[in-house]
């Protein structure tokens, strides 16, 4: 389909892969504008990994959305996710000389139908918690600020080489496909409909990174999907990146952290970042008893109606509305 307000701009299109660079020049420019005008005049936001943007891409799929000026250059984009029934935008950014022209709303409204068309029952995404036009702008389209999610770091010991737990995803497709499954159901046993299936398989085809299980008496209690790529293109790989959290129990919970930091220990990646949402309260302190350091906050915001669905008492279920 096409919006046309002064046939100015068209869209929404499906980026290709080959369009990572503009779509890394509009990230950039937008970003470090948005944070100059929220006071951080010198914070300059890196163009991301090329595999990143591919993974955004292809987990995004039709959710892929750019939009384009009379020339065809992009002047915005959103990245549109679903995992089961959980759905969510981001990254999404408009150049900066065309915040004003009124394609804000379009380029959100678009990735609204999108998912509500695919039928999620969870509808979010996460902005700055300092950014008030951010703030105001999506819950003028519904939107309902909610939780933090807040990044902490932990910075590993070098000498250490405490023993982890938990197994990795193996090279074999059939038993790699068979564990990628058992985690999508311990996934829907603890919040109905969710599944991070696809952010698995790109993680392991991509190379990005690798996850970790945790099982307790031969059963799956736990685990961690994780990246170890770099984040920002032109530098080497500096944490390693939680992206995706689910355990049964605050027992399982320690025994997945254990097993994303030996991971990194393993890797000879200095850092380890998780993001946890503050509605698990017991989870957010053991990461601070554990000398974990809040790093980063995000507000996550639901549509109005289509907020995310409780977790089973004890449980922890960490979904990273982030690429």
Not at 80 to 106: C, F, K, T, Y
Not at 112 to 125: E, N, P
Not at 171 to 199: H, K, N, T, V, Y
Not at 204 to 230: C, E, K, M, N, Q
């Amino acid at each position: 389909m096409a919006w046309q307000p002064d046939r100015e701009v068209w869209g929404p299109e499906r980026p290709g892969l080959n369009e990572i660079e503009p779509l890394n020049r509009v990230f950039s420019e937008s970003f470090t504008d948005r944070y100059r005008r929220d006071g951080m005049t010198g914070v300059r936001v890196p163009f991301l990994h090329n595999e990143i943007w591919r993974y955004a891409l292809e987990d995004a799929a039709e959710g892929a959305m750019v939009w384009r000026d009379s020339e065809g250059h992009i002047v915005g984009f959103n990245m549109a996710h679903r995992s089961g029934a959980e759905g969510w935008m981001g990254p999404l950014a408009v150049r900066s000389d065309w915040q004003e022209r009124g394609i804000n709303s379009e380029i959100l409204r678009s990735g609204i139908a999108w998912l509500r068309g695919l039928g999620v029952r969870t509808l979010g995404l996460e902005t700055m918690p300092r950014t008030i036009e951010n703030i105001g702008f999506y819950s003028r389209l519904g939107f309902e600020p909610g939780m933090l999610t807040i990044t902490l770091v932990r910075d590993l010991p070098a000498v250490s080489r405490s023993a982890g737990t938990g197994e990795t995803l193996v090279a074999e497709a059939g038993g790699r496909i068979r564990q990628i499954e058992e985690c999508r159901r311990l996934a829907e046993s603890l919040s109905p409909g969710l599944d991070f299936s696809r952010e698995f398989v790109l993680t392991h085809d991509l190379r990005l990174g690798d996850a970790v299980l945790i099982r307790h008496a031969g059963a799956l209690t736990g685990f961690g999907l994780y990246h170890s790529a770099p984040l920002a293109a032109g530098r080497g790989s500096e944490e390693l990146r939680v992206l995706k959290l689910v355990a049964v129990d605050p027992e399982a919970f320690g025994a997945v952290l254990s097993g994303v930091e030996s991971a990194a220990l393993k890797l000879r990646l200095p850092r380890v970042a998780v993001r946890c949402q503050t509605a698990f309260q017991p989870a957010y302190h053991a990461l601070i008893d554990r000398g974990y350091r809040v790093h980063w906050t995000d507000l996550r915001m639901t549509l109005q109606g289509f907020g995310e669905p409780p977790v089973r008492e004890g449980a922890v279920v960490w979904s990273n509305w982030e690429v």
